[in-house]
């Protein structure tokens, strides 16, 4: 799986109101994402007491708003991740510009580093790589259909819209572990769509820099 850089899942998408989305985006707590310049609505998150972070759960934005994604991740997104990770909304204002990033440590660049994502509205087009040379490399537009990308490459997008984008993704624990079911769904995928492969590609020398440097803040309305 290592040679995925973007690849279509054979796997039903999710649909949520766009207007009560907004409407969770601002006016309910939220997360700030400095590094990637934009915030995530938490679904499946961790809270913290006194530095001790207690197992995952169901957020109240979750039961209350957004319930669907419970049944959703249980049929859909458990059978190829196992237990349920973190689970958040990125949520990126209308003309925003999101900043390059990797979406890991240093420590772990080598692993496979596929990330689950899938643009509940808004376009996957702009999505993009950095190429050897820096220069953007975009994503197709799938519209909806779910996605793995590699999160360990250099990456952003931009959303020059009058509308948010908003996408589901799948964060920690989570380490794409090739358990049967991800591996069947990965090669069922390749099959049946187009997808990017990373092999011939090359990192620009100075890639370091785009580790993320500042940590995930509360951000309170």
Excluded at 100 to 119: G, N, T
Excluded at 145 to 169: C, I
Aim: charged share 25%; net charge negative.
């Amino acid at each position: 799986m290592k040679d995925i850089l973007f690849l279509p899942l054979d796997i039903p998408y999710l649909t949520l109101d766009y207007d009560k989305l907004v409407s969770v985006a601002q006016t309910l707590d939220t997360i700030a994402d400095e590094y990637r310049n934009c915030e995530h609505i938490p679904i499946r998150w961790t809270k913290s007491v006194n530095n001790v972070y207690n197992k995952l759960e169901w957020t109240d934005i979750t039961h209350n708003e957004f319930p669907e994604i419970i049944e959703y991740a249980e049929q859909h997104l458990k059978p190829f991740v196992g237990e349920i990770p973190r689970i958040m909304i990125i949520t990126t204002p209308p003309n925003t510009e999101g900043f390059d990033h990797i979406d890991c440590s240093p420590k772990s660049f080598d692993d496979v580093q596929l990330k689950f994502r899938s643009v509940l509205h808004g376009k996957t087009s702009t999505l993009y790589f950095l190429n050897e040379q820096g220069e953007r490399e975009y994503a197709p537009e799938i519209g909806q259909q779910p996605f793995l990308m590699d999160g360990g490459w250099p990456h952003g997008l931009d959303n020059f819209t009058n509308k948010y984008k908003f996408t589901l993704a799948i964060g920690a624990p989570w380490a794409c572990e090739p358990i049967p079911e991800l591996v069947e769904l990965v090669a069922e995928s390749k099959l049946r769509y187009e997808w990017q492969d990373k092999s011939g590609m090359r990192l620009m020398p100075d890639y370091e820099k785009y580790f993320r440097k500042k940590p995930l803040k509360a951000l309170v309305k």
